[in-house]
């Protein structure tokens, strides 16, 4: 009785599992060889651009962001030819326990330590652009960037691994700056990020999809 008491707890608890934000979904396959990117580069703005994310579980969600510690797009004669967008882990931080500075900190150190991302030991994650074209849907399409311009594939390293995943993205290249936008969810597991290696109850009731929120600005 005491099984079915905790099976059908357990089943509710999953259940009512806040849900990622809508978004695009990344479609993810194994890594792809990067090109030789060729003309400008326009230099990623560290102190403005911005990866933000959003992790979900039974009793709400957290939202926080991470910083670029550098990177570049290049560009010849409008065309992107290539990039890469290097994210320092060490500048991961909550934003929604503002007011709680304590389950901040706490949640910070979680996140942080080997039972997680594990930055002391992988300090940056980098993302590679394999591939880039202009994006336009296919009638019955459904996007969830709405004005998406083009559509982005690219090597996405965390924690030492490595999967090419491919989304919608808004890119506007006005004189000498670029902005690029981003929103799209991804499974984290592909990525080796559990919560402890066990893969314990806790890693269970924390929602495998990871919204991913890409605000880069660069320069020439």
């Known amino acids: 009785m005491r099984s079915i008491v905790f099976f059908l707890l357990l089943s509710g608890m999953i259940a009512a599992c ?31 651009s911005v990866v933000e994310w959003i992790g979900t579980k039974p009793t709400g969600k957290h939202h926080g962001t991470l910083r670029l510690v ?14 890469q967008l290097v994210i ?34 992988y300090s940056t994650a ?3 652009i394999t591939a880039i074209k202009s994006y336009h849907p296919v009638v019955g399409e459904e996007v969830e960037l709405k004005d998406a311009t083009h559509l982005i594939s690219g090597n996405l390293t965390l924690k030492g691994i490595t999967e090419n995943i491919s989304f919608p993205a ?12 981003a929103n799209f969810n991804i499974d984290r597991t592909l990525w080796g990020i559990n919560y402890r290696a066990d893969k314990s109850l806790q890693d269970k009731l924390i929602n495998s999809q990871v919204n991913i929120g890409f605000h880069v600005r660069a320069a020439r």
């Open 126 to 128: 980098v993302f590679e």
């Open 88 to 121: 320092n882990m060490h500048s991961l931080q909550d934003v929604d326990l503002r007011a709680d500075t304590a389950m901040k900190n706490k949640l910070e150190r979680e996140l942080k330590s080997d039972a997680f991302f594990n930055v002391e030991r």
């Open 170 to 181: 808004r890119i506007q290249l006005n004189n000498d700056e670029l902005v690029a936008t």
């Open 70 to 83: 550098g990177g570049a797009v290049y560009i010849k004669d409008t065309l992107i030819t290539g990039g």
């Open 18 to 48: 806040e849900q990622a934000p809508k978004a695009d979904k990344a479609s993810a396959t194994n890594a792809q060889t990067v090109g030789t990117a060729t003309g400008h580069a326009y230099l990623a703005d560290t102190a403005t």
